[in-house]
Nanobody, 122 residues
Framework: QVQLVESGGGLVQPGGSLRLSCTGS?????????MGWYREAPGKQREFVAT???????NFADSVKGRFTISRDNAKNTVFLQMNNLNPEDTAVYLC???????????????WGKGTLVTVSS
């Protein structure tokens, strides 16, 4: 099992920045490859934001490219999401994700954190 705990959410004005963190724990973390972030806005489905593999390969949703960056500290099982130039459309609960490809390949197994709320408002 993997436990994921997010932090860093809050209220920020449009144009502002926030940095989210997510730390994973548990024996299965040694099998996790990609870690990343998804978000759920009010009344909308969960959507992909960004991921980073253990080797450092990153991928971003078009809506956040150029504004968000993702990084990772593999030694601490922690992934970070730096969010700049935030706008009200970024308001959502941000959920941390960790993917273990070793479980039932090729599908793998996804672990989820409980989420941290980001509110962008003036």
């Amino acid at each position: 099992q993997v436990q994921l705990v997010e932090s860093g959410g809050g209220l920020v004005q449009p144009g502002g920045s926030l940095r989210l963190s997510c730390t994973g724990s548990g024996y299965a973390m040694r099998s996790v490859d990609a870690m990343g972030w998804y978000r759920e806005a009010p009344g909308k489905q969960r959507e992909f934001v960004a991921t980073i593999t253990i080797g450092g390969t990153t991928n971003f949703a078009d809506s956040v490219k150029g504004r968000f960056t993702i990084s990772r500290d593999n030694a601490k099982n922690t992934v970070f999401l730096q969010m700049n130039n935030l706008n009200p459309e970024d308001t959502a609960v941000y959920l941390c994700n960790a993917h273990d490809p070793s479980v039932t390949p090729p599908y793998g197994l996804d672990y989820w954190g409980k989420g941290t709320l980001v509110t962008v408002s003036s």
